[in-house]
């Protein structure tokens, strides 16, 4: 019976969820399985792949052959690695911890690029954030800005008006002053 790892789809359309199996070749892609090593989530960003590590290399070793995606998956999450480095364990070439420290070394440094990765999206999403208030600033600002005018040319017409008032009132007043100014020299007059 050949075996294959690879990725069973569930989750809902246009979100999918995979399941990551140990299979019969012959079995459908959603039908029976052997085993459930992992989950994958395309959805996330970076992509959120849970697996069981051992049951994979386990699965390799008994002869399970992965599809491309599923391949990609192992040989991410360091699966692959672990299994040629048992490998070489068997043939004699190292010995187990040396194994065990690759592993660890890889393992660490591919944890440091995926951190960075995340800050540079968070970074990225921060930014993103802090142009676009910056740009709904700038409008508002216009936008202030413009109404102002708008009720500065409104006022335009009754300032004018206000000032043509006040213009004729010193007239008045003058004449005012000079009529008070007739009425006192009548007076002294008479």
């Given at each position: ?31 029976k ?7 994958y ?7 959120t ?6 049951s994979?290399v ?35 070439a ?18 440091g ?23 709904e600033?700038?409008?508002?600002e ?16 009754t ?15 003058e ?16």
């Amino acid at each position: 019976m050949p075996v294959k790892i690879r990725l069973q789809r569930h989750g809902k359309k246009g979100k999918p969820f995979y399941w990551i199996v140990a299979a019969d070749a012959r079995s459908k892609r959603d039908g029976k399985f052997l085993d459930k090593i992992g989950t994958y989530n395309p959805n996330t960003n970076p992509a959120t792949i849970d697996l069981n590590l051992d049951s994979a290399v386990q699965w390799l070793h008994n002869g399970a052959q992965p599809t491309d995606t599923a391949r990609a998956i192992l040989s991410y999450k360091g699966a692959l690695l672990k299994h040629h480095l048992d490998g070489g364990v068997r043939k004699g070439a190292l010995t187990q911890e040396q194994a065990d420290a690759k592993l660890a070394a890889w393992l660490e440094a591919k944890d440091g690029k995926v951190d960075a990765k995340k800050e540079g999206l968070t970074k990225a999403q921060a930014d993103a954030k802090a142009k676009a208030l910056k740009a709904e600033k700038e409008a508002n600002e216009k936008r202030i800005a413009a109404q102002a005018e708008a009720a500065k040319v409104e006022e335009a017409p009754t300032e004018e008006a206000v000032e043509a008032t006040t213009e004729e009132a010193p007239a008045v007043e003058e004449n005012n002053e000079d009529s008070s100014q007739s009425e006192q020299a009548e007076q002294t007059e008479a």
